[in-house]
């Protein structure tokens, strides 16, 4: 079964709102995840790390201030898009290991549109 | 700066047939590799991990391997079914040592699989 839960499945909202997106490791505890953005017909790229209890370390060329990840627990973090325009529609997935050198399991990814 | 490949990007197969997928980095200084499948519109699902001191790793009809040395690897399935038809993505954890778990993506190569 799934050991990483990410919700919603599927949102759409106006462009200037923000929306949030939970990832949920199920059964263990995960000091880091990661969130991953994929656009259509193209590869998956890693937007940020999230650490829990400190603050999350951003790729290059990727906003802080616009995508604000919060990890306030060993078992969940969010990622708020804050001031959602259209070019933000994407599929954001997010990532966790049980241990540092096991598979990392993925959510079932989040499909934003932002009209 | 490591790069991953994936050839072909498209797959197109009458079912029973064995198939190779390749994926190629551009540096071998990997701590792991990771095949996954995608399916439309949902997350991924780990396939096979290979360690960066291991050669090969198989589940069921899948088999890859790992050549450190030249960058490259191969996923094998044998006796295709309709249902292996989705995305595969090979994925790098770069670094001899454990960096965190950021994985770097090929852009996949998308396989059906005829009835």
Known sequence: GAVVSQHPSRVICKSGTSVKIECRSLDFQATTMFWYRQFPKQSLMLMATSNEGSKATYEQGVEKDKFLINHASLTLSTLTVTSAHPEDSSFYICSASRQDNSPLHFGNGTRLTVT | ?115
Request: charged share 15%; net charge neutral; aromatic share 6%.
């Open chain 2, 1 to 115: 700066k490591q790069e991953v490949t994936q050839i072909p990007a498209a797959l197109s197969v009458p079912e029973g047939e064995n198939l190779v997928l390749n994926c190629s980095f551009t540096d071998s200084a990997i701590y792991n590799l990771q095949w996954f499948r995608q399916d439309p519109g949902k997350g991924l699902t780990s396939l096979l991990l290979i360690q960066s001191s291991q050669r090969e790793q198989t589940s069921g009809r899948l088999n890859a391997s790992l050549d450190k040395s030249s960058g490259r690897s191969t996923l094998y399935i044998a006796a295709s079914q309709p249902g292996d038809s989705a995305t595969y993505l090979c994925a790098v954890r770069p670094g001899i040592y454990n960096q965190g778990g950021k994985l770097i993506f090929g852009q996949g190569t998308e396989l059906s699989v005829k009835p």
